[in-house]
């Protein structure tokens, strides 16, 4: 088997790429590394079934040879991205989709999109079933990334319907664990490294704000549930067990030993008051949920953080 991955270098891209090598697969990972880090592949760098393309997928793509699976993973996602490079998310979500999906159609391979649990936008359905459409504010600061999301899942259900692609969605909520940058803005990232630096914790709004966490193993899992399912319409996946921000705070100083202190922020604009996964669906066609618990994911995620930051 033959898969393009695309935003192969990044979190989790790198993961994806490490599994489907592991599969016995060959695996040509295509990043243009606005986000994405060479690091994150220096362990696949050697292996002669990984090929490694520096390409902008929103520029026409063309590969040699057969494709048999084509895994679009390419965008922004920290929130710091939001701001930082919101028109190069939309046009990720936009140009990026409909590249890889020319390309997917053009090699007859299988499809899976990376979406995200962003579709749902700051949600009044709680937890989201996949049935929920959302409330998204289109031109609010996370509407760059909201709206690319929902664009690429419309383009790809129309691929499917009009050009009989074969084609998966992958609705994925906040998945945390080794690979993530230092600098990402996201709740894990931002308090493993304020911990382990002694700087103040910082939480945004009051902390009463709820996500659930699913380490990167797990998602893992689960898309490679999906590629091998027949599944067309998006399904979630992430971890149901909810979790408040003051609390993430508290498990983080556990965990890491740390005496920072917990200092509070103003919430940014249109984060979600709550955000978890209805996973039934999940469950019921790919016979998955998460194994790994909160706690032994941060530690794994502990040790990562501890072996990358910098000595000070």
């Given at each position: 088997m033959?898969?393009?991955?695309?935003?192969?270098?990044?979190f989790?891209?790198?993961?994806?790429c490490?599994?489907?090598l592991?599969?016995g697969?060959?695996?040509?990972?295509?990043?243009n590394f606005?986000?994405?880090?060479?690091a994150?592949?220096?362990?696949?760098?050697?292996?002669p079934?990984?090929?490694?393309?520096?390409?902008d997928v929103?520029?026409?793509i063309?590969l040699?040879?057969?494709?048999?699976?084509?895994?679009?993973?390419a965008s922004?996602a920290?929130?710091?991205?939001?701001?930082r490079?919101?028109?190069?998310?939309?046009?990720v979500g936009?140009?990026?989709?409909h590249?890889?999906?020319g390309?997917?159609?053009?090699?007859?391979?299988?499809y899976?999109?990376?979406?995200?649990?962003?579709?749902?936008?700051?949600?009044?359905v709680?937890?989201?079933?996949?049935?929920?459409?959302g409330?998204v504010?289109s031109?609010?600061?996370?509407?760059?990334?909201?709206?690319?999301?929902?664009?690429?899942?419309a383009?790809t259900?129309?691929?499917?319907?009009i050009?009989?692609?074969?084609?998966?969605?992958?609705?994925i909520?906040?998945?945390?664990?080794?690979?993530?940058r230092?600098?990402?803005?996201?709740a894990?990232?931002?308090?493993?490294?304020q911990?382990?630096t002694?700087?103040?914790?910082?939480?945004?709004?009051d902390?009463?704000?709820?996500?659930s966490?699913c380490?990167?193993?797990?998602?893992i899992d689960g898309l490679?549930?999906?590629?091998?399912?027949d599944e067309?319409?998006?399904?979630?996946?992430?971890?149901?067990?909810?979790v408040?921000i003051?609390e993430l705070?508290?498990?983080?100083?556990?965990v890491?030993g740390s005496?920072?202190?917990?200092v509070?922020?103003p919430?940014?604009e249109?984060?979600?008051?709550?955000r978890?996964?209805?996973?039934?669906k999940?469950r019921?066609?790919?016979?998955?949920?998460?194994q790994?618990s909160?706690?032994?994911?941060?530690?794994r995620t502990?040790?990562?953080?501890?072996?990358?930051?910098?000595?000070?």
């Amino acid at each position: 088997m033959r898969a393009v991955v695309t935003g192969g270098a990044g979190f989790i891209g790198s993961h994806l790429c490490e599994t489907l090598l592991a599969r016995g697969w060959e695996v040509i990972c295509l990043d243009n590394f606005i986000t994405g880090s060479y690091a994150n592949l220096a362990h696949l760098r050697h292996l002669p079934a990984f090929h490694l393309l520096e390409h902008d997928v929103t520029k026409f793509i063309e590969l040699d040879g057969s494709v048999d699976y084509v895994l679009h993973f390419a965008s922004p996602a920290s929130p710091h991205d939001f701001a930082r490079l919101p028109i190069q998310i939309l046009k990720v979500g936009a140009l990026g989709t409909h590249n890889t999906l020319g390309l997917a159609k053009a090699k007859k391979a299988k499809y899976l999109l990376a979406s995200s649990s962003a579709c749902y936008g700051d949600p009044s359905v709680h937890p989201q079933p996949e049935s929920y459409c959302g409330a998204v504010n289109s031109i609010g600061l996370r509407g760059v990334y909201d709206e690319s999301k929902r664009f690429a899942e419309a383009l790809t259900m129309a691929y499917h319907r009009i050009h009989q692609l074969d084609t998966r969605i992958a609705r994925i909520f906040n998945t945390y664990g080794p690979r993530m940058r230092h600098d990402d803005g996201r709740a894990i990232p931002n308090f493993m490294v304020q911990a382990l630096t002694k700087a103040d914790i910082t939480i945004y709004g009051d902390g009463s704000q709820t996500r659930s966490f699913c380490y990167i193993s797990d998602l893992i899992d689960g898309l490679l549930r999906l590629m091998d399912s027949d599944e067309h319409a998006p399904v979630n996946l992430g971890n149901p067990s909810e979790v408040s921000i003051l609390e993430l705070a508290e498990k983080v100083r556990q965990v890491t030993g740390s005496a920072s202190r917990v200092v509070f922020r103003p919430l940014p604009e249109g984060d979600p008051k709550r955000r978890c996964p209805d996973i039934s669906k999940a469950r019921q066609v790919l016979g998955w949920e998460p194994q790994v618990s909160l706690e032994e994911g941060l530690q794994r995620t502990l040790e990562y953080f501890r072996s990358t930051l910098p000595a000070r």
